[in-house]
């Protein structure tokens, strides 16, 4: 029985050893494409962008913009419950949040742009590799729009952020259009000043709203993981290529593969 214990200790430890062995091997990074194939990612001559939460890092501190607004009014939501909504035209989403709380909604939604202006605008960043993205796009001979819900002061702000006015084309956003997103209107006006056919675009979101206005406008769809919904529900909204950020979407189009 001692010796039976001994062996089994020495195949533990040996296993172990070789588990920390393999654990010291470098890391293969990868672009995290959803599809093995990346050609379709070259193949359209404009690019449509939504912004926040695919080229500026929105979501999370809005998250925390809107419990603490809710807060103030006596409403307790977990940050996984209003993220569902997240990339919805806010109307809308408070719709559905608070849908018998009518008369209030214009009142939390005004201190919520408040908030959001005041404390959260001045500290957005660039998600990875966004500006690159673009520039390549561009350099390609793609025509680039943006194309969101926010309202024009918050998109100004982005644009600064980004710092990539010199490559874009075309500036769509939520003062421009009577409907939001999950509404075609931003992406459909973009195709309007882009002189494009749907057929000839893609837009490129970080929600499942992004690619239910893409469907409706006819337009193919691109989602990127930043926006923090699961691949599966970008696939099941239509994204026909789903990637980690910008970056590996950039990643993607420069691979010997892509071209």
């Known amino acids: 029985m001692a010796v039976a214990r001994r062996m089994r200790r020495r195949g533990w430890m040996n296993a172990a050893?070789?588990?920390?062995?393999?654990?010291?091997?470098?890391?293969?990074?990868?672009?995290?494409?959803?599809?093995?194939?990346?050609?379709?990612?070259?193949?359209?001559?404009?690019?449509?962008?939504?912004?926040?939460?695919?080229?500026?890092?929105?979501?999370?501190?809005?998250?925390?913009?809107?419990?603490?607004?809710?807060?103030?009014?006596?409403?307790?939501?977990?940050?996984a419950d209003i993220h569902r909504y997240s990339g919805m035209n806010e109307q809308e989403a408070l719709g559905?949040?608070?849908?018998?709380?009518?008369?209030?909604?214009?009142?939390?939604?005004?201190?919520?742009?408040?908030?959001?202006?005041?404390?959260?605008?001045?500290?957005?960043?660039?998600?990875?590799?966004?500006?690159?993205?673009?520039?390549?796009l561009k350099l390609q001979g793609a025509k680039?729009?943006?194309?969101?819900s926010c309202q024009r002061e918050e998109l100004d702000r982005y644009r600064a952020c980004l710092g990539a006015d010199e490559y874009i084309d075309v500036v769509v956003s939520g003062d421009d259009v009577r409907r939001g997103k999950p509404h075609p209107d931003v992406i459909t006006a973009a195709l309007k000043r882009l002189g494009c056919t749907p057929g000839e675009a893609v837009y490129v979101g970080d929600t499942p709203y992004d690619a239910e206005a893409a469907r409706q406008a006819r337009v193919r769809?691109?989602?990127?993981?930043?926006?923090?919904?699961?691949?599966?529900?970008?696939?099941?909204?239509?994204?026909?290529?789903i990637f980690l950020d910008p970056k590996s979407m950039n990643l993607a189009l420069t691979a010997p593969q892509a071209a």
């Open 17 to 79: 050893r070789k588990a920390t062995q393999s654990d010291t091997r470098p890391t293969v990074v990868r672009h995290f494409a959803s599809r093995s194939s990346v050609t379709p990612v070259a193949g359209a001559s404009a690019y449509i962008f939504d912004v926040e939460g695919t080229l500026v890092d929105t979501v999370l501190p809005s998250l925390n913009c809107w419990c603490q607004t809710l807060a103030e009014f006596g409403f307790s939501f977990r940050t």
């Open 96 to 136: 559905q949040l608070l849908p018998e709380s009518a008369e209030i909604r214009d009142f939390i939604l005004s201190k919520y742009t408040w908030r959001f202006r005041t404390e959260v605008l001045p500290t957005v960043r660039t998600v990875a590799g966004a500006r690159d993205l673009i520039a390549t």
């Open 144 to 148: 680039i729009a943006l194309a969101t």
């Open 221 to 241: 769809s691109f989602g990127v993981l930043s926006g923090h919904f699961p691949r599966a529900d970008l696939h099941a909204a239509g994204c026909s290529a």
